[in-house]
């Protein structure tokens, strides 16, 4: 299997997906559109869920003890926000959503137009990139054990497309960029790196992706509008973190 083959992949489903999900759209109701929403917002809480309590996982608790696993997440978000907000991530990330949609012209409401194609290209960007299947499955492709891992994340997110594209429009399949760009570059890594992330790391990572994925949870639900982008230094931090106190303790 050709290394980069997983991520091409998952470039089509949400290419495939966002194409059939702005088709149905003219043909949905209102409501039924933020039903939709509601019940996407809902499954990512879910989600977020299931991937939070990596933060139990064995591995995790015999490399830094039973109390810092809690404490290791916090610090990645209290660090991985600082950074990311400094960066301005979130502001560059809808700036991105906002060229894009100018070029592609797919909108041409006007300010409504392009505020629903930069919601769309940011929240499915960030729903396509932010987790473990993205990063694990991104590496395991580049050190060329396979792609079973971005098969199953490229079936989840051209579903996920559909239901999007059907509510957002265009901007989540502009979204197939920061997928390219994310997946490809982590294949790369994987490719150059060779494995490097232990049991513990992968376990940290996953739990403090749980938490950015709730953020998204929340944004879908209307409930808050967390700027998750400006989070995403967490999942970089988080593996660090665990392999420091790993090696004090």
Same mark, same amino acid.
């Given at each position: ?8 992949? +998952? ?14 759209? &003219? ?23 299931? +991937? ?16 810092? @696993? ?61 987790? @473990? ?56 890594? &994987? ?25 998204? &949870? ?8 967390? @700027?998750?982008?400006?989070?995403? @230094? ?16």
């Amino acid at each position: 299997m050709i290394r980069g083959t997983g991520t091409v992949l +998952n470039v089509a489903a949400v290419l495939v997906g966002s194409g059939l999900g702005v088709a149905l759209r &003219g043909r949905l109701p209102e409501r039924t559109r933020t039903v939709v929403t509601d019940g996407l917002g809902l499954v990512t809480l879910l989600v977020a869920a299931l +991937n939070a309590a990596a933060i139990t996982d064995p591995s995790l608790r015999r490399s830094v003890g039973s109390g810092a @696993p809690v404490l290791i997440v916090l610090g990645s978000i209290i660090v991985g926000g600082v950074l990311g907000s400094l960066l301005r991530i979130e502001d560059r990330l809808e700036g991105i959503g906002g060229r894009l949609q100018r070029r592609l012209g797919r909108d041409r409401t006007g300010p409504e137009g392009r505020a629903r194609f930069v919601e769309g290209y940011v929240a499915a960007s960030l729903l396509f990139c932010v987790g @473990p299947l993205t990063v694990l499955g991104a590496l395991s492709d580049g050190l060329g054990r396979g792609i079973d891992q971005l098969a199953l994340k490229s079936t989840l997110d051209g579903f996920a497309s559909i239901a999007f594209a059907a509510v957002l429009g265009w901007g989540v399949a502009a979204a197939a960029v920061t997928v390219a760009v994310v997946q490809g570059a982590l294949t790369v890594a &994987g490719v150059l790196l060779g494995g490097v992330l232990s049991a513990a790391d992968v376990a940290a990572l996953t739990a403090t992706g749980g938490l950015l994925l709730a953020g998204i &949870g929340l944004r879908l639900l209307a409930i808050r509008a967390v @700027p998750v982008a400006d989070l995403l @230094p967490a999942l970089a931090i988080a593996p660090a973190l665990t392999a420091l106190v790993h090696l004090v303790r």
